[in-house]
């Protein structure tokens, strides 16, 4: 496992503002540190082994060739960088988390080039990479635009976006059903499998807060990605959206 950091600052931080050393953030930190060594077995139970079929779709939809890089952003312990590895071994994935838990579990599963960063501030040059993939991080970042922002430099032009991420449901009869599951079996389910609940209650919480389906395509498209289009799964809770530099 190599580590990769450039030196790149971002012009859209001021230097008065750190990102990735905020209160919000440390706690957000702190939490994916302590449910890690939970973490895939929860998803594979929160959504009954679906999360996997997602995730292959999500890099199918990146229709990755021979020798694309790729950025994983928000690898946790690198599901999609490993399974972009399996549909096309010669493309070269690159991991990035700021949860060093994480990454030392993605390092126990296999080689892998990783790097420590925050989504807010990549440190990698404009136009480095083919395509970018993030899985259940969007709705944990400050600022979405930004990270969008950060995304969109750092692909060629032409370069694939694909986001796997909760997103708020819509009203519907089912609306109740998905509300006990995520506001109460998740958080039960997470204290027993991983002694934290309260990790698992900030999920429903993050999720409401987060935007619509629509609402995140929209931003995408405001820092310039077209060719948009998004799906929903599961009772409409989580969606897959895609588009193109």
């Not at 929160?46 to 021979?66: A, K, S, Y």
């Not at 807060?209 to 498209?221: H, I, S, T």
Request: hydrophobic share 45%; glycine share 8%; charged share 20%.
């Amino acid at each position: 496992m190599q580590g990769h950091v450039l030196d790149y600052n971002c012009p859209m931080i001021s230097d008065a503002r750190d990102p990735a050393g905020s209160e919000s953030a440390r706690q957000v930190r702190r939490m994916f540190a302590l449910i890690a060594p939970r973490y895939d077995l929860m998803n594979r139970i929160m959504t009954g082994g679906q999360d996997l079929r997602w995730r292959r779709e999500v890099i199918l939809r990146l229709h990755l060739r021979p020798g694309d890089s790729l950025l994983d952003l928000g690898s946790g312990t690198g599901d999609l960088a490993f399974e972009a590895l399996r549909q096309q071994p010669n493309s070269h994935p690159i991991a990035v988390d700021f949860s060093l838990e994480m990454m030392r579990l993605a390092q126990a599963r296999g080689r892998l080039d990783w790097s420590a960063a925050d989504a807010l501030c990549l440190p990698f040059s404009a136009g480095t990479f083919d395509a970018t993939v993030s899985g259940f991080l969007m709705r944990n970042v400050p600022d979405v635009q930004q990270v969008l922002r950060e995304q969109h430099r750092v692909l060629i032009d032409g370069g694939r976006i694909v986001i796997l991420d909760t997103t708020r449901p819509r009203f519907g009869p089912l609306r109740p059903l998905t509300w006990l599951y995520m506001h109460i079996i998740i958080p039960l389910l997470g204290g027993l499998i991983s002694g934290q609940r309260a990790a698992y209650a900030y999920l429903p919480a993050s999720t409401e807060k987060f935007l619509r389906a629509e609402e995140l395509a929209a931003r995408m498209a405001a820092v310039g990605f077209h060719r948009l289009g998004f799906r929903r799964l599961m009772l409409g809770t989580i969606a897959i959206h895609w588009g193109e530099k």
